[in-house]
Structures are given as C-alpha cells and as structure tokens.
C-alpha cells in the first residue's frame, strides 16, 4: 500500500511543482515565428502581439504578412516586421534570422512552424517532390536553428519545433510530409542530448499536433479524416506554452495517455489498424 501511496504523492508534488505559464513570461520577448501568414503561425502571432513581445513573422505572401503584421500592431505588439520569402532557399532562412540580429538586436524564442504544400493521396512516386519538400519542411530549419544558436545561447532561449502525429506513427497519404517530420524528431531529439551534455541552457519544445481547423488541413483531410479538428486558435496558445515552459514535447489534443505512443511500441499492428479506420477512403482524391 505504501509504495503506491508514495508514488502518488510523488506525482502530485511534481505536477505541482511545475511552472504555470503566465502571459507576462513572453511580454518583450524577441520571438520568429515562421509559416506565419495563414493558419496556426498567424494565430501565434496574434497570441504574442497581445502578451507584448517583438514579433519578426515569415512566409511567401507579402500581401498577407503586411496585414498579420498590422493587426499584430493593432494587439499591442512591442514591435511586429515582417520578411517575405521562400524556405527552398537556404539563404533565404539564414537571411530571415540575421534579421532578427539586425532589427531586434538578438532573439529568445525560435519558432519553426512553416510547411511546403505537398498532395494528400496514395505515394505518387515523385522523388522530386519528397527532396523539395525535405528542403522546405526539415532543412530550413536546421539552417534556421544553425544561424539562430549563438543567439539563443546568449540570452538562453527557445527553439519551438512544430511537428505532427504523422512525425511519430505511421500515417497513410502523406508519404513525403510524414518523412520531413519523422527527420525533426529525430534531428532535434538528438541535437537536445548533445545540449544536456555541453550544458546548452537552449530549450527545444516537440509539437505533436492532430487535425487542427486550418484552411489548407480542411481542403485537404476533412472529406477523408473520420475525426473532428481541434480549433487553431487553442493549437497556437497550447504551442506558445509548451515553449515558454520549456517543456520537452506537448501533444495537443492527444490527452495525458498519449496512447498511440504506448501503442506504437507495444502493440504496433493494432495502432496501425487503428489509424487506418480513421479514414473515409471514398473521400480520397485520387492523384
Ligand atoms: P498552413 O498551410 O495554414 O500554413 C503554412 C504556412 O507556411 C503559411 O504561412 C505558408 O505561407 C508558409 N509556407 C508554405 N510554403 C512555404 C515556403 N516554401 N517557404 C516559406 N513559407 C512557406 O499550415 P498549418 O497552419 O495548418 O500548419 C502549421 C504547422 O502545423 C505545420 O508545420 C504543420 O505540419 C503542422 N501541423 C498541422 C496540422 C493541421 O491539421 N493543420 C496537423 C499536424 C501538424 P505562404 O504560402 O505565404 O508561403
């Protein structure tokens, strides 16, 4: 009876003992958000504009990063810029935190949150498109975090790394997608280690997102996916805590049990079999 008595008190005093996350932790910090122009990164801007940090957003649309930026201003935004561009382009990502050394004299929270468009269907076979998209949604942001990290090191800060359930476990008809996000868990997962051994104080927050309400999921899962989405504007402030906490992963919308993880490892044909009956195969699109 003891030992189980113990643990829970254990557990209690340790979720207790846990920061809470208050809104004043982000106020005048230096933060990048990329992908920011539509979706889950423009509500993360709007989350920080109102907690009054310095917001530097990018994506390709200049048109729609002037308007995020404004109503950022409009929120009660330190300061809010913008700068436009694509992440095929190593230099572009470089360009894009050099920018934040120029503009805002250092940055405390790095949020890696943009994707490239990619089909949701069958594997089509296209080895270009899984290089391209590798490109956008893996390498910039190792070229991102690469330029970012003498920063982050002087004022010990943040590297936010937004993923997905697709990055975890197997999911069908994102062949390409799912690859670029199982190559961050492991590129982050291990660059974590190496900073626990050489005492990096530099924290690296996993996002393993569901189905979140965004125009582009939408159009593409939600004739096919049996599951409602989880509302966008809750995804980006659940994003925004984890980082200021510095928690280690957050999983949205996925509970405490984070079952499909026990089940990937203990019960791998199941969780598959689970997965599959999530989709309306007639709703696919064919490619
Ligand atoms: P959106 O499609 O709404 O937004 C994607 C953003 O990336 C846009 O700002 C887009 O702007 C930008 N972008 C696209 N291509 C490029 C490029 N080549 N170079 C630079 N920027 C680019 O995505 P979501 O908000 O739905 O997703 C945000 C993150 O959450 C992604 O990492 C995604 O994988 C993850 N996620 C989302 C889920 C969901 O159901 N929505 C589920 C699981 C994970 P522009 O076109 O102007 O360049």
Known sequence: ILIPFLGLVLAFWFYSARENFKPEMLKGKRVIVTGASTGIGEQMAYHLARMGSHILITARTEAKLQKVVERCLELGAASA???????????????????????????????LNHVGTSYFGYF????????????????????????????????????????????????????????????????????????????VNVSITLCILGFIDTESALRAAAEVLLVPPAPREECA?????????????????????????????????????LVRSRYRLDGLKRN
């Open 124 to 199: 089509n076979g296209d080895v270009g498109h899984v290089r391209k998209l590798l490109e956008i949604n893996f390498l910039s942001y190792v070229a991102m975090t690469t330029s970012a990290l003498p920063m982050l090191k002087a004022s010990e800060g943040s590297i936010v790394v937004v993923s997905s359930m697709a990055g975890k476990v197997g999911f069908p008809f994102t062949v390409p997608y799912s690859a670029t996000k199982f190559a961050l868990d492991g590129f982050f997962s291990s660059l974590r280690q190496e900073f626990s051994i050489q005492s």
């Open 81 to 111: 810029r913008y700068v436009s561009g694509t992440m095929e382009d190593m230099a572009f990502a470089e360009h894009v935190v050099k920018e934040a050394e120029t503009s805002l004299g250092g940055l405390d929270m790095l949020i």
């Open 237 to 273: 402030l659940e994003i925004l805590r984890a980082g200021a906490l510095r928690r280690r992963e957050l999983y949205y919308r996925y509970g405490s049990t984070r079952l499909p993880l026990l089940l990937r490892d203990w019960a791998a044909e199941l969780l598959d079999y």
